[in-house]
Nanobody
Framework: QVQLVESGGGLVQAGGSLRLSCVASGRTFSSTVMGWFRQALGKEREFVAWITWSGGSTGYADSVKGRFTVSRDNAKKTVYLQMDSLKPEDTAVYYC???????????????????WGQGTQVTVSS
């Protein structure tokens, strides 16, 4: 059974930085993808970034390109989301997710992920 445990959320001022962590306890395979999503109050869940366990390929939403960096440590089964130059519009609950998703085009779709973390609140003040 796959379980995801997130940490690192908090309150920061605009322009500041946070690093989120997500630890996966279950098995990983060659096609396993770890995704980051966020959901602001009253809005739908939206894609942020993804990374593969094997090879470390990455993808980002246009809204975070150049500001956020996703990485992983396979030995620790941990994926990270480094968030720099934070803006008030980045305020949301951030979720990590895991799925077996071979097609790159599908990795931005939350419905393709089988497992989800509990979420961690990120608040950016103006």
């Amino acid at each position: 059974q796959v379980q995801l445990v997130e940490s690192g959320g908090g309150l920061v001022q605009a322009g500041g930085s946070l690093r989120l962590s997500c630890v996966a306890s279950g098995r990983t395979f060659s096609s396993t993808v770890m995704g980051w999503f966020r959901q602001a109050l009253g809005k739908e869940r939206e894609f942020v970034a993804w990374i593969t366990w094997s090879g470390g390929s990455t993808g980002y939403a246009d809204s975070v390109k150049g500001r956020f960096t996703v990485s992983r440590d396979n030995a620790k089964k941990t994926v990270y989301l480094q968030m720099d130059s934070l803006k008030p519009e980045d305020t949301a609950v951030y979720y990590c997710a895991q799925g077996e998703i071979a097609g790159v085009i599908w990795r931005a779709w939350p419905g393709k992920y089988a497992y989800w973390g509990q979420g961690t609140q990120v608040t950016v003040s103006s």
